[in-house]
């Protein structure tokens, strides 16, 4: 066996990774990643792997960003716990910020992930695709894919 | 005839669609590479197919917030006096809150719908996407290993709705697939042992739920697998994946 085939074989690869989403239809749509509880890791599906990382980690951006442009930000919103309360406010900023409708809440926190999808579905259809996006800007940070670095097995 | 660059591959990747219900499908983020061609008629040909299929089963109104903005660009008095202008009676106007039901009306009618008014129903819904052709170079294929974690819910044991804990990518199909039929064979055991010892009454044997968790090989738009059990519905350990495996390409690498 040749050398470059030997390191060929055993090259680390950059894998991109999808998060594995579920979903509670209790009180409207909401998606919610997956946590492997033993592994405290999330569960994640392989989307496509890189010999170089930079190379991988501009794909996770990219499949980002057409996440980004066809997924209602309020699916995103499941329960009230701890990080989907920031999650809430940072809407509602957002929200505000772009003079959007404003939102009517209820009086009950666990209802805020429904208070949202609601406000959506009301005014969903009078938003510009250029408003929808605007609504994902402060919400970079949340990653739908991610980089892993893995051996490759002959 | 065209004459097709070899360097090129057509792959069909799916939007990742799953079921819910019996027509009810959400789509998540993301998509999964289903097949690839050396030309782009061949791509066409299994992209037509296959969203056939997809249409044939799914309600394109169900299973989102705010329909029929998630399906059309058309208003929705627009979109109304469309369908209505062909034929269709959408008469799905709430009497009480004034606002269309969609879904439902999908719903009631499309069973008797003829071949061609379904493929007219589908026309305006251009948002609605199952499949996609991506042209591009033709790239070296890896294997991911993949296990599927189970959570129990004190009655039975039921899968994550997609993906798992990713262990081992290979350079070839036959090194993954005989890791994973080895790491299948040794969980089966492990499950079996399991019931084995906690001595569990007549749905023991068959303590598996699947929630439409999609099999290998199988499309989200294929009938649910049925389980032989018709009192639980539930299937038994010899009868559901505990690893899996996904193709992926591999950039970098011929």
Redesign the interface.
Known sequence: MSINKTA??N?T?Y?V???????N?HA??A?YT?M?E??N?L??????????KT?AEDCARQ?DEE?RA???L??LIAESDDENEAFASLLLKRIQELQLPQIVFSKKRYERGADF?NW??QH??NLTAAQKAALWEPFQETR??TV?E????? | MSIENPQLQYVVERFNWRRRDKKTFHRFPGFTRVASFDTKEDAEQFYRAEEAKARAVVNPFSGTLAPPTEQTDLPEAVLYDWYLERGFEPRIKDQKTGKYDWATWWNQNSQSWTPEQMLQAWEPLHRIQFYRIIEGPKRAVGYALVQINWGYNDEWYYPEEEGGTITKVFRTLEKAEQERDLQNRTSMAEWQEIAADFGYEEAGANQFELNFRLLPGTTPFDPPIQSANEEFGTFSAAEVPFWEIIEIELEGLK
Not at chain 1, 17 to 23: M, T
Not at chain 1, 43 to 52: C, K, L, N
Request: aromatic share 10%; glycine share 4%; proline share 6%.
């Open positions: 060929q074989q090259s690869l894998l990774v999808r998060n594995s989403y579920g979903v239809d409207g749509i998606y997956i492997n033993e592994l890791e569960s994640t599906v392989p989307v496509r792997a890189f010999t170089d190379s499949l996440v066809t997924l209602p309020p699916l999808r959506w579905i969903a259809t739908f894919h892993r893995m051996k490759l097995e002959d």
